[in-house]
């Protein structure tokens, strides 16, 4: 499978147009065609649907996408690697994580590094721990930041000074907004907007479902969010209550965030691969971690 039929594909899946495409890559249209008719062949599958005015994927040509993107993403980021071997340290530096306060740790190294080498440049891609994992598993990240509780022992890890506090993100009209603190009780019935990550978390365990007690298979869950700024959104309409970290970002004039009682907390890792082969950027991003923050723990 060459590379070249992989950009093909893709700008297929992008303009679901041939003559769009063919327009993009500068072929003609029956160059394109023919050549991703080859390409179906190769992997025995049929990966396009092909209407008389629009192109869509199968179920096949989705997980080709998804593929293709994380192949030539790779080799993106290997020529990059490469083209920045030389006396000054450059280059390109991936970095994964959630919304939390982790994540502020890691800007401040960002900040002291970029101070000493202004050529290297960052990549942060947002999403929750199964995400970002995935993405580091791939070869698609140099680091990870991970909230707790998660499986690491696959990876290599420095554990942050930070803990993050759980709580309720609700509209300041709820009468919830009048306590200080939540408790299992308060939110017995009340219609919850929960993480998909901990809602059924069972791989680890979960310290979210110990402190609902007996009837956290029972919750009222109306809608589940990967990051809380969407989920905020529905919140301020209504909806429901999330459960989330504490939000740095979020809280406007009709939400207000009260923290669990008792208290829930979570701490965070940043992890690498075991055997990681770095460029020298992300060695002296990692040098700097270990300095701040110590060595592997």
Known sequence: MELRLLRYFLAVARENSFTRA????????????????????????????????????????????????EILAMVQKTEAEFNSIGENIAGDIYI?????????????????????????????????????????????????????????ARYDSIALPVKDKWGVLMRRDNPLAEKDSVTPDDLRGLPLICSRRDLRNKSVRNPYAEWFGGYF????????????????????????????????????????????????????????????????AAEAFLERIREKFGGQG
């Open 22 to 69: 063919a327009k993009y890559l500068h072929i003609t249209q029956p160059t394109l065609s023919r050549q991703l008719m080859d390409l179906e062949e190769e992997l025995g599958q049929k990966l396009l649907n092909r209407e008389t005015h629009y192109i869509t994927l199968t179920p096949e040509g989705m997980l080709l996408r998804k593929r293709a993107e």
């Open 96 to 152: 994964g994580g959630g919304e939390s306060d982790a994540m502020n740790l890691v800007a401040d190294a960002i900040a002291e590094l970029h101070e000493a080498y202004p050529d290297i440049r960052y990549h942060i891609y947002t999403g929750v721990a199964g995400d970002v994992m995935e993405r580091l598993d791939n070869g698609l990240l140099d680091f990870g930041v991970l909230l707790q509780p998660v499986d690491i």
């Open 217 to 280: 298979d029972k919750l009222n869950v109306v809608a589940v969010h990967n990051l809380v700024h969407n989920a905020s959104l529905l919140v301020e309409r209504g909806l429901g209550n999330a459960l989330t970290l504490e939000p740095k970002n979020v809280v406007r004039d009709k939400l207000c965030f009260r923290p669990l009682n008792p208290t829930l907390e979570s701490g965070s890792s940043i992890v690498w691969k075991k055997y990681q082969v770095f460029s020298r």
